[in-house]
C-alpha cells in the first residue's frame, strides 16, 4: 500500500482531474474518458501499480464513472428539450452489442497494445476537433439499416477501446448528419450509458494482476468514487454552458490539449 505522503497528492489530483472532466463532459460532449483514462494511468503507474494489465483497470474505471455522469449530463440537457430520444432508441442495439465486443477485447489485450490504440484515437479525434468544419457533411439524415448498425457498433466498440462515453465519436457522426452541434452533444451524453453499462458489468468479472489497492474486477472502487464525487457536480454546469455560449474556441484549446496527450502516451511506449 502507498504510504499517504503519496497517496494524498494523487487523491487531489484525481479529484481536481475529475473536475475538469466533467465541466469538458457536459461543455463539449468529448466524454470525460478521454481526460480520464490518461491520467488514471499516470496516476496508478507513480503509485507503482503498473504492468501489462494496468491499462484494462483505466478503461474500465474511466467507463464506470461514464455510467453516471453520462446520466446526469443527459438529464441536464433533456430539461432544455435536447435530446434526440428518437436516434438513441434506434441506435442502442448497434452501440450496446459494439461495447461488449470491445470488452472482450479489451481483456485480451496488453497494456502497451491498448496505449497505442488508446493513442492513435486521440490523435484522430484532436486533430478533428481543431481542423473539423462546422458544414462538412454526410448527409441530412442519420444512416438507416446495414449502415447503421455498422456504424453503431464500430462507435461502441472504439469507444470501449479508448475508455470513453462515444461523445469523440458520436458528436461528429451526428453533425456530420445535419444534427445541430446542441443536439449532437446532448444526445452523445445517452451514448455514454449505452457504451458504459454493458462493458462495466463485464469488466467486473475480469481478474486483474497487481491491481491498485480496492478494485472490484477491472474497476479501482477509490478512484471511480472520488473522480464521480466531482464529476456529478461539474457536469451540470458544463451542459448549461454549452447552451449560453460558442464552444468553438475553446473545443480548439481542448483539441491541442487532447493532442499532446495522445503523443505523450505513443512517446511513453516507443520509450519502452
Known sequence: MPDLATLLPMVALLMAIGAFAGVIAGLLGVGGGIVLVPAFFYAF?????GGPELMRVCLATSLATIILTSARSVMAHSKKGAVEWEVLRRWWPYIGSGAVIGMFVVSSLRSTT?????????????????????????????????????????????????GIGGGSFGVPLMTLY???????VATAAG????????????????????????????VNLPAFGMVIAMTLLTAPIGAGLAHKMNPAPLKRVFAVFITLVALNMLRKVMMG
Open 45 to 49: 503507474s507513480h503509485l507503482g501499480y
Open 114 to 162: 491498448l496505449q497505442i490504440i488508446f493513442g492513435v484515437l486521440a490523435l484522430g479525434a484532436g486533430l478533428y476537433m481543431a481542423l473539423g468544419k462546422s458544414h462538412w457533411r454526410l448527409g441530412q439524415t442519420m444512416p438507416v439499416g446495414r449502415k447503421r448498425a455498422g456504424v453503431g457498433t464500430v462507435i461502441g466498440f472504439f469507444s470501449v477501446l479508448m
Open 178 to 184: 445535419n444534427i445541430p452541434i446542441h443536439r449532437a
Open 191 to 218: 451514448f455514454g450509458i449505452i457504451i458504459a453499462v454493458p462493458s462495466v458489468v463485464g469488466f467486473l468479472f475480469v481478474h486483474i494482476e497487481n491491481a491498485p489497492p480496492f478494485s472490484f474486477g477491472a
